[in-house]
């Protein structure tokens, strides 16, 4: 099976004053059922890379949780991580997938301005996917109606906000749900991922 470096949320312990890597056992569930492997990557910029570079990394997904930092987050350490194996996942030709953070993550990186939105927020809502509508989960408070250069748009929620996004020429893609809580996962959701991670574009 394919190896996936899997990035983590920090959690701060108030009480104890630990910084903590977290990942939903979920998703590691969730990679099983797509036929792929996941390696968590801490958030240290000097051990993650010591691990992409010592295995064979079939792609690298950037999971949700914490705001972005320029977005009012406290993880400074998760996105200089993920700056790292963006450029590791772009030199390489590396697919890379990002959900809701990760999404704004590559989003940021080709001139994304991100704004404050509402509705978006524990809640579902309706997005034109693919010619279809489709009823997704959502749990982000950023995002843009504006699409960025190298970027196409590949569903918009009724508003108008951007929900998923692929790259035109690399094998990127993004989206604002989270398909690891779904129960059962969804078949649309286990698809893509697995079509992500197979997908070599140049």
């Keep these: 099976m394919k ?7 920090v959690i701060v312990d108030t009480s104890t004053h630990e ?6 056992q979920r998703w590691s569930q969730l990679l099983t059922v797509c036929g792929l492997t996941l390696l968590p990557l801490p958030n240290d910029t000097k051990q993650s890379q010591k691990l992409i570079m010592e295995t064979p990394l079939g792609g690298i997904l950037f999971t949700g949780g914490n705001n972005l930092t320029n977005c ?13 194996l963006f450029n590791y996942a772009t030199r390489n030709n590396l697919p890379l997938m ?6 704004q993550f590559i989003q940021q990186q080709y001139g994304a301005t991100l704004q404050t939105i509402d ?12 010619g279809k509508n489709e009823k997704i989960n959502s749990y982000h408070r950023w995002g843009t109606t504006e699409p960025t250069t190298g970027l196409a748009v590949m569903a918009r929620a009724e508003d108008g906000i ?11 893609i993004g989206v604002m749900w989270h398909p690891e809580r779904y129960h059962p ?3 649309r959701d286990v698809k893509l991922i697995t079509e992500s991670f197979t997908n070599t574009r140049k």
Excluded: N, W, Y
């Design 72 to 84: 009012g987050g406290d993880a400074p350490e998760r996105d200089k991580v993920e700056k790292m």
């Design 3 to 9: 190896i996936i470096g899997v990035t983590q949320k």
């Design 19 to 24: 910084r903590l890597d977290c990942l939903d």
């Design 185 to 187: 996962f969804l078949e």
């Design 119 to 130: 509705g978006h927020v524990r809640t579902t809502h309706q997005i034109s996917i693919g």
């Design 98 to 103: 990002g959900i809701c953070r990760g999404m």
């Design 162 to 172: 951007i929900e998923a996004v692929r790259h035109v020429t690399r094998p990127i």
